[in-house]
């Protein structure tokens, strides 16, 4: 009898394993949400899993070449006893300074029986559009939209036959070691622990990486240096240059988003395993590591708002300000190295913006191998807008199919979606097959000081024109309206976002701006791609920081940030071999050196030429709206520029040249008839 039980439930397991592991796709993906393939893609995450239970290795260590232990938490497929299955199966493995401690804590309110349902479903339905807290309703949809599992586990994934990692990198978490912040020896401690995943009894040896942010970023660090394990990975709102995306974009520091998150990250680096202390296994070496560096990165921070004298800034600092040191060269991915199937998903208003249509663009892959997902989100809103029809499936379900795919060799028809598939600002979800759209062709549309009619409040209203017309003068101040903008949602990673009158209507900021708005299109008008503004300044002292945001201004005159670039006028040296050029020379993508040795400080009352990256947009301006561009000389607190260069602005007023001669314009990608 007991043979038979036995032969029973492996019959079973065989059926299962068809049933589950081999799905085949009912037709090709069809727009945004998939069409009936990404139906699929959901029932298969969220139905019935290959195995019931799911059993944790806590704190697996690790040990790198250097004799560095690193800690993991290691998530199995268990059978109905709890016990881990014999079978192996492949990883999915997510490296975290935000400690595995917090993807525990969020993997265990995701796994309350009943429970955890109700929440989800709560997240999914909360709507609290036309109040003003609307703002909030893209965070919870985040949160119900799959979001805690990229960045924690996914059970249904593991029962589903996959093992995750989650690993603390070096000197966080339980983990020893120095802090070594996306530095060439952290890179290396990804590859040695791929290749350790690859080869443990429980692995098939294939392996994928997962996670979200800092947890992305490494996972394009991985994908560069090519491991031979790896075989996908699904980055949620990666950079592949955090320095220009967050740390000092156009030279100024990100004054409100650098400070938050090292005194999160370094605080929890310093929480004990209380567990080993309690039965007697304390580290005493993770002890010694912690108070050798207990404030990573925090004294540079310091250094760089308490140092007047640029001469006498230290070395530490000096590297992060110059384009060659190993620091600033560790932290730029090179996509173009990436070759394993990559699905890559994003914001229009993430803090890492400027890098993830750049990432996809750079990967030699052909499309569906490699994906973008570009959503009208924060950083902390991804996969708001999905699980519905029209939408975009949620985030989990659409990893899942990923891995399915490079993982398992399912053909699921995940490699036919997209492959580009984006919210359009001012429309709807769209798929495209590439970025910028086809057919987009650069238009100048010149700054004049003629008055539009439209921004009475603020502190000049101008005009977009076709042909350039002054002369004029126009001049801008310093301020602080920039705490209610939708940069500093941005910088904020979306939290102030949740109150509608900053992040949703720029008219409080541009009340210390400089307005140009054009006339209202006649006809539907996308505008896709890079922007590149171009300014002719004057500055009163020997630098000067210059905002440049484009919007989209409403019939009612709600002015809508579609994206916003910053340059700080000394560092105003362009990098000719990152940057894009049209046939007549116009920059469409204009990426500043950033370096203290390319440094120009500029002479008080003389003309200088800036030009401003504005990280490209997918948009839609609708009959009857307006392009603006907004000029401001300041833009606390997403960008603060070291107290050395504000000393030597004095923070003065700045001037904006309006000259036939020398002009100042937006070069903008447009498609439609516009009248303009």
């Given at each position: 009898m007991g043979f038979l039980v036995k032969t029973v439930v492996a019959l079973t397991a065989v059926v299962a394993a068809t049933q589950f592991l081999a799905p085949a796709a009912t037709a090709d993906p069809a727009g945004p949400d998939g069409g009936a393939s990404g139906a699929e893609w959901a029932a298969t995450e969220d139905g019935p899993q290959l195995y019931p239970n799911v059993y944790i290795d806590w704190d697996v260590p690790i040990t790198m070449s250097d004799g560095t232990v690193l800690k993991a938490n290691v998530y199995h497929p268990a059978d109905a006893a709890g016990h881990p299955v014999s079978d192996p199966t492949p990883s999915i493995l997510n490296f975290t300074p935000y400690t595995k401690l917090g993807s525990m804590i969020a993997d265990s309110a995701l796994s309350v029986p009943g429970l955890s349902d109700l929440l989800v479903q709560l997240f999914r339905t909360v709507d609290?559009?036309?109040?003003?807290?609307?703002?909030?309703?893209?965070?919870?949809?985040?949160?119900?939209?799959?979001?805690?599992?990229?960045?924690s586990v996914d059970r249904q994934l593991i029962r589903s036959g996959y093992t995750q990692i989650v690993v603390d990198?070096?000197?966080?978490?339980?983990?020893q070691g120095d802090w070594n912040l996306l530095g060439a020896r952290e890179q290396q401690d990804t590859v040695e622990t791929i290749d350790w995943a690859s080869k443990q009894p429980w692995s098939t040896g294939d392996i994928g990486m997962s996670g979200v942010s800092y947890s992305g970023l490494n996972e394009l660090q991985a994908a560069a240096k090519n491991p031979p394990a790896l075989k996908a990975i699904f980055p949620v709102v990666p950079s592949r240059n955090p320095f220009r995306d967050l740390v000092a974009p156009g030279g100024a520091i990100g004054a409100g988003f650098m400070p938050l998150w090292l005194a999160a990250v370094n605080g929890g680096k310093l929480v004990p395993d209380l567990t080993a202390l309690v039965q007697g296994r304390f580290d005493m070496k993770w002890l010694a590591d912690r108070l050798a560096d207990p404030f990573t990165f925090v004294d540079a921070l310091l250094e760089v708002f308490a140092q007047p004298n640029i001469d006498d800034l230290s070395p530490k600092v000096r590297a992060l300000l110059d384009e060659g040191s190993p620091m600033r060269q560790a932290w730029?991915?090179?996509?173009?190295?990436?070759?394993?199937?990559?699905?890559?998903?994003?914001?229009?208003?993430?803090?890492?913006?400027?890098?993830?249509?750049?990432?996809?663009?750079?990967?030699?892959?052909?499309?569906?191998?490699k994906q973008l997902l570009v959503g009208d989100g924060y950083h902390i809103s991804n996969g708001n807008e999905s699980g519905r029809p029209g939408l975009p499936p949620r985030m989990d379900v659409l990893q899942r199919a990923w891995f399915d795919k490079w993982l398992k060799g399912i053909d699921n028809g995940i490699d036919q979606f997209g492959p580009i598939t984006m919210k359009q600002q001012g429309g709807g979800w769209v798929t495209a097959p590439s970025f910028p759209e086809p057919g987009m062709e650069y238009r100048r549309m010149y700054l004049s000081g003629v008055a539009s009619g439209t921004g009475g409040h603020s502190v000049h209203d101008g005009s977009l024109f076709t042909t350039p017309d002054g002369p004029d003068t126009l001049t801008v101040a310093p301020g602080l309206t920039g705490l209610c903008s939708r940069d500093a949602s941005q910088e904020l990673v979306g939290i102030v976002s949740i109150i509608d009158a900053c992040g949703k209507d720029s008219r409080i900021e541009e009340s210390n701006g400089l307005t140009f708005t054009s006339a209202p299109v006649a006809d539907a008008t996308t505008v896709s791609g890079p922007i590149a503004?171009?300014?002719?300044?004057?500055?009163?002292?020997?630098d000067g920081y210059w905002v440049a945001t484009v919007n989209d201004v409403a019939p009612d005159g709600n002015s809508t940030t579609l994206s916003s670039g910053q340059l700080v006028a000394s560092l105003r040296a362009i990098d000719e071999s990152r940057s894009t050029r049209l046939p007549n020379g116009d920059y469409t993508d204009p990426v500043p050196d950033l370096s203290?040795?390319?440094?120009?400080?500029?002479?008080?009352?003389?003309?200088?030429?800036?030009?401003?990256?504005?990280?490209?947009?997918?948009?839609?301006?609708?009959?009857?709206?307006?392009?603006?561009?907004?000029?401001?000389?300041?833009?606390?607190?997403?960008?603060l520029p070291i107290t050395a260069m504000m000393v030597d602005s004095g923070l003065r007023r700045q001037h904006l040249l309006l000259d036939p001669a020398a002009p100042s314009f937006v070069n903008i990608p447009a498609r439609g008839n516009s009248g303009w």
């Open positions: 609290l559009s036309g109040t003003p807290f609307s703002g909030l309703t893209d965070l919870t949809r985040a949160l119900g939209g799959g979001l805690l599992r990229n960045f990198v070096r000197g966080t978490g339980f983990s730029e991915t090179d996509p173009t190295r990436i070759t394993v199937p990559t699905f890559i998903s994003g914001g229009w208003h993430d803090v890492f913006v400027a890098s993830q249509a750049d990432v996809y663009r750079r990967i030699p892959l052909p499309p569906g191998q503004v171009h300014l002719n300044t004057v500055q009163d002292g020997t203290l040795d390319t440094r120009q400080p500029t002479v008080p009352g003389r003309p200088v030429a800036l030009d401003i990256s504005v990280p490209g947009i997918d948009a839609v301006l609708q009959p009857g709206h307006r392009l603006r561009v907004d000029v401001y000389a300041g833009n606390f607190p997403k960008g």
